[in-house]
């Protein structure tokens, strides 16, 4: 939602610090916020600023020739000169091009193959584009759905991965000797009985988040997949002991076992614990007297259970701690995103 502008004369004495403020965050938390935009355009050093006016739409005429690529990003996602911005020199600028659906007829040929992808993001041109030689463009190609039973047999494996995504020729992919492509045929749900045994522990997780064969693969060797398993909140009271701490984390988001991974030796799990407690709006002797049947100590299963008090607004459920202690985990493998969307990286 794009911000009321407001000119430097009529801001308050606050507001006005923060334009002429030397810390280029609060100027960028100005210019979000629509204060003395007519001010702060004035000093085309100031690239970020400007990348912010640019995305509330202010000032578009006056930056679409700014030296800066991101500044000129972020002029073309308004929509703005297209015309001039599909021959820009960086491909990211021409990538915000095809996106907007202009000129596709001409950056079907862009030497970018992001550009060329984002062109069959779009749709057009897919009968020419199934016989580029970037891979990148083909699994594009593939995510529309076009050329599938072409591209199943295509000599990358991200272009088949793609085409597993669609749910087509699964019966084949499920042999594919790569790992993502079978992974990906996991997702789909389809032959789990058989890539329940897959050699990968990727394919393996794939399979735990169908929520299949759970009892068989809590005893995996690779925490990975018991980690999936304890967040579908199957064998709690097993894995709650589990060696790796990662799975005692997802135990703990789960809900089960918080008296006893209170003290656990990895900051991790405890934290995990005090996430889950703070969501609940409980203290740890108030959870424990309201789930014995989730404690993992003898001695407080012992309990009777009391009464639980209904606290909806802080109260999360099950699901909502399980994807919130996938979300965390997941953190540590998470890359950077820059400005230039990333193609796929193969693996070697």
């Not at 990538?95 to 079907?108: E, H, N, P, S």
């Not at 999936?228 to 809900?255: F, K, N």
């Not at 405890?270 to 996430?275: G, Q």
């Amino acid at each position: 939602m794009m911000a009321d502008f407001i000119p430097y004369a009529e801001l308050t004495p606050e507001q006005k610090a923060m334009v002429d403020s030397t810390n280029r965050r609060d100027r960028c938390f100005a210019a979000i916020n629509g204060y003395g935009f007519d001010k702060l355009i004035d000093n085309q050093d100031d690239w970020l600023v400007l990348t912010e006016l640019a995305k509330q739409g202010y000032g578009l005429d006056r930056l679409l020739d700014h030296p800066v690529a991101e500044v000129r990003l972020s002029v073309a996602r308004q929509g703005y000169a297209l015309d001039k911005f599909i021959n820009d020199e960086k491909a990211a600028v021409r990538y915000a091009v095809a996106q907007q659906g202009y000129g596709l007829d001409k950056l079907i040929n862009d030497s970018s193959r992001i550009v060329r992808g984002a062109v069959a993001c779009q749709g057009y041109g897919l009968d020419k584009l199934i016989n580029d030689p970037d891979f990148h463009v083909r699994s594009c190609v593939a995510r529309q759905g076009f050329g599938l039973d072409k591209l199943v047999e295509d000599p990358d494996p991200w272009v088949r991965q793609a085409v597993a995504e669609q749910g087509f020729g699964l019966e084949k992919l499920i042999d594919d000797p790569e790992p993502d492509v079978r992974r990906s045929v996991a997702n789909q749900g389809y032959g789990l009985e058989k890539l329940v045994a897959d050699p990968d522990a990727d394919v393996r997780c794939a399979v735990a988040e169908q929520d299949y064969a759970l009892d068989k693969l809590i005893n995996d060797p690779y925490w990975e997949v018991r980690w999936e398993v304890a967040l579908h909140g199957y064998g709690l009271d097993r894995l709650v002991d589990d060696e790796s701490w990662t799975v005692r984390a997802a135990v703990a988001y789960s809900g089960y076992g918080l008296d006893k991974l209170a003290t656990d030796p990895h900051g991790e799990v405890r934290e995990a614990v005090d996430e889950a407690l703070w969501d609940n709006d409980l203290t740890l002797e108030e959870w424990t007297a309201q789930n014995p049947d989730k404690c993992a100590l003898p001695e407080n299963r012992l309990h009777h259970k009391a009464p639980k008090q209904e606290k909806p607004e802080r109260a999360r459920s099950l699901e909502e701690l399980a994807a919130r202690g996938r979300e965390k985990a997941e953190e540590h493998n998470r890359n950077l995103q820059g400005f230039l969307p990333k193609p796929e990286v193969r693996k070697r």
